[in-house]
Structures are given as structure tokens and as C-alpha cells.
């Protein structure tokens, strides 16, 4: 029997699924010299994940800059705090790579973020918004993107928790590492259901799209 994959799923419907947990080990990375280590483990794996953290603002006119860059892999993701290392030598070598896939999600936005904090020449990188749209799935964000293709919901109660704090909650790290993780994964089954076609794309009638279930530039991420 075919996978059953949906060009739209309403917000409601994401809620009631059970809530995923990230399976592997998570690496907190707060010295260049530990990212260095990171960066060389990261660069010999086939496809990354990536995402970024910012501390938000509830102050107008007030930026922070990014503090947190998550690079995963489907085992293990590592946490750079780039409030402490800022774009040290070893995260811009990452960032510039042009030979591992790396994969994330509206990634542009990113990269602007990042770029705040140094030069780099960006690499190669590949947005899912992009790939998603190949086998006829319209949502953008990370959350239903994720609920369509695995049937798990993506909790996002800690987006907008303080991403610059001395010591990171447990339940932050499992957000953050979540985040790329699911980016690994995702695209791995698109890529999986382009070559074997075992899939079949339910369209569902936009009229159906209820009041509650409008865009939401929050849940991109």
C-alpha cells in the first residue's frame, strides 16, 4: 500500500498527533577548539540538518543576534553557542563547505542571521521548501511538514525561550536538536519517495482550510 502524503494539513489535525523526541545524543559545543572537533566529525557524514536560535525581543526596536547554531545528523546533533564563540574559524568552515548536503528549512533567513556574526562564504545548502514542493506538499512550515510525512507532532514550546542563557534547559537542547534533526529525516524520505514512487498525493479543497489555520510566519521554523 502506498504512503499517503497530503498537499495541505490543517493546524488542528497536527495537534492531535503524538509528540516526537529526539533519539540521539546532543553535543554542546562552547569553546572554538571544541568546535573544531565537531566540525570535522560533522563534514565526514553524508547530509546535515541545520537550524538557528535567536533570543527573542518583547521590546520594540531591541535585536538580538543569533545564539544558537543546531547541525544534526540522524543520531546525533551538536549546539553551537555562537553567543559565546561567535563565527570562530571552525563554524565558518562549516557554513562555507560545498561537499556535504547540508538541509534547512527556509535557510536563507538563516544564513542572514549568521552573517551578522562574521564573513563567510556560504556553501551548498538545500531548502526544503523548495524539495517538499517536488511531490506536491504545499505547507512550508517544519511542524506540518513533518506531521504529514511521519504522522508525530513537533512541540514548539520553547521557540521563544531565552537562547542566550548560561546553561541551556534540557528541554531547549531537545527542541534545538529536534529542529535539525527533522530536517535530516524529512529530506531523506522525500528523496526516498522520489525514487521508489511508493507514495500518492491526497489534494485537499483549500475551502477547507479553517479560520485558526492561517499562515504563521512562527511555525516556518
Excluded at 22 to 37: D, L, M, N, Q, R
Excluded at 134 to 161: C, H, P
Aim: net charge neutral.
Amino acid at each position: 500500500m502506498k504512503k499517503l502524503i497530503y498537499n495541505r494539513i490543517d493546524k488542528a489535525s497536527v495537534g492531535l498527533l503524538k509528540k516526537v523526541f529526539f533519539p540521539g545524543k546532543i553535543f554542546v559545543i562552547y569553546s572554538p577548539s571544541e568546535a573544531e572537533k565537531a566540525v570535522d566529525y560533522l563534514l565526514s557524514q553524508p547530509i546535515l540538518g541545520l537550524d538557528t536560535e535567536t533570543r527573542p525581543s518583547f521590546e520594540k526596536g531591541k535585536h538580538y543576534k543569533c545564539a544558537l547554531l543546531q547541525v544534526a545528523t540522524n543520531s546525533k546533533c551538536f549546539l553551537f553557542r555562537l553567543n559565546r564563540i561567535g563565527m570562530c574559524p571552525a563554524v565558518a568552515r562549516l557554513l562555507s563547505d560545498k561537499t556535504v548536503t547540508k538541509v534547512g528549512l527556509a535557510w536563507n533567513n538563516d544564513l542572514l542571521s549568521l552573517h551578522e556574526l562574521g564573513h563567510f562564504e556560504a556553501g551548498t545548502f538545500v531548502d526544503l521548501q523548495t524539495v517538499v514542493r517536488e511531490i506536491g506538499i504545499e505547507d512550508q512550515s517544519l511542524v506540518k511538514i513533518y506531521a504529514n510525512l511521519f504522522g508525530e507532532r513537533i512541540s514548539k514550546a520553547d521557540r521563544l525561550s531565552n537562547w542566550e542563557r548560561d546553561i541551556l534547559k534540557d528541554s531547549q537542547k531537545s527542541y534545538a536538536a529536534i529542529d535539525a534533526w527533522a530536517c535530516v529525516r524529512i529530506y531523506e524520505e522525500i528523496k526516498r519517495l522520489q525514487s521508489t514512487g511508493d507514495y500518492e498525493l491526497v489534494v485537499n479543497d483549500p475551502e477547507v482550510k479553517s479560520e485558526n489555520d492561517e499562515t504563521d510566519i512562527s511555525e516556518t521554523r
